[in-house]
């Protein structure tokens, strides 16, 4: 089961640990990102970070589809993370079912435009995640304890 899906460029690291997980008592992470998942050492730097007592995969898009398609993870508490909102749209356009919020934080696109404080996002990139604030609640939070911005609000006051 999918508990919590968070937009976040670091994919697995401490905030996301020390946190998240915690909070939501996830004992799977599943990272996705192609060129991270193609690339096998970026893909154990990642999986480094998985805490005691839980289990991550570093996958594309299409192996998340499969996987999240299949009954392997059904009994799982599943923490999606991915680096920017087109892995999202891609998951929801296959018919994967997500929870209707979706949290973002960190995601620094080069010369993005800010959102928020910690969220910067490249112009092209815009449109995507407009589309992704329409169809979930997209909201942007550093760690569970912190304030939650509304996304769509922001995006639209970006332009």
Not at 40 to 62: E, F, H, M, N, Y
Not at 122 to 147: F, H, M, N
Request: glycine letters at 4%.
């Amino acid at each position: 089961m999918i508990v919590l899906v968070r937009i976040d460029d670091r994919l697995i690291h401490g905030q996301v640990v020390m946190g998240w997980v915690k909070r939501y008592s996830i004992d799977h992470i599943m990272a996705i990102d192609d060129v991270t998942a193609a690339n096998p050492i970026q893909s154990k730097l990642v999986k480094l970070a998985t805490p005691v007592g839980c289990t991550s995969d570093v996958v594309s898009v299409a192996q998340a589809v499969e996987l999240l398609s299949s009954e392997k993870l059904a009994r799982k508490r599943v923490f999606i993370v991915s680096k920017d909102a087109k892995e999202l749209v891609a998951l929801l356009d296959a018919g994967i079912e997500l929870p209707e919020n979706i949290n973002a934080g960190n995601v620094r696109q080069p010369e993005g435009k800010t959102v928020v404080p910690y969220i910067l996002i490249a112009e092209e990139d815009l449109p995507v995640w407009k589309d992704l604030a329409e169809r979930k609640k997209l909201t942007a939070q550093l760690t569970p304890d912190q304030t939650s911005y509304n996304l769509k609000e922001a995006l639209e006051k970006v332009g």
